[in-house]
């Protein structure tokens, strides 16, 4: 069995940073590549970063947050993070982490094997 729980959602004024993790149990942690996704009322859920497995040297980002969201993973306590900074109103969204077994994250939600229950981020202006 391989859980996922997100944390460290909340509210903020636009222009400040949160950051999310993703505790993930079970031991294949190490060789799943992970993303984070979300999902604002009334849109279909968005791929926001990805990162590869293991040493996770491989990161990619949405246009949309390029510059401003950090993805890692600390393999020893089997977490990935989503660092937010110089956060928008339209970055509110529930924030979902995702495992794929696979060596590359990619941005098409249908292709991750598990999923975490979310964590509601609110950017106020």
């Not at 604002?40 to 980002?61: D, H, L, N, Q």
């Not at 393999?75 to 077994?101: F, I």
Request: proline share 2%; net charge positive; charged share 20%.
């Amino acid at each position: 069995q391989v859980q996922l729980v997100e944390s460290g959602g909340g509210l903020v004024q636009a222009g400040g940073s949160l950051r999310l993790s993703c505790a993930v149990s079970g031991r294949t942690f190490s060789t799943c590549a992970m993303g984070w996704f979300r999902q604002a009322p009334g849109k279909e859920r968005e791929f926001v970063a990805g990162i590869s497995w293991s040493g996770g040297r491989i990161t990619s980002y949405a246009d949309s947050v390029k510059g401003r969201f950090t993805i890692s993973r600390d393999n020893a306590k089997n977490t990935v993070y989503l660092q937010m900074e110089s956060l928008k109103p339209e970055d509110t969204a529930v924030y979902y982490c995702a495992g794929r077994r696979s060596y590359v994250a990619v941005a098409v939600a249908n292709e991750y094997d598990y999923w975490g229950q979310g964590t509601q981020v609110t950017v106020s202006s």
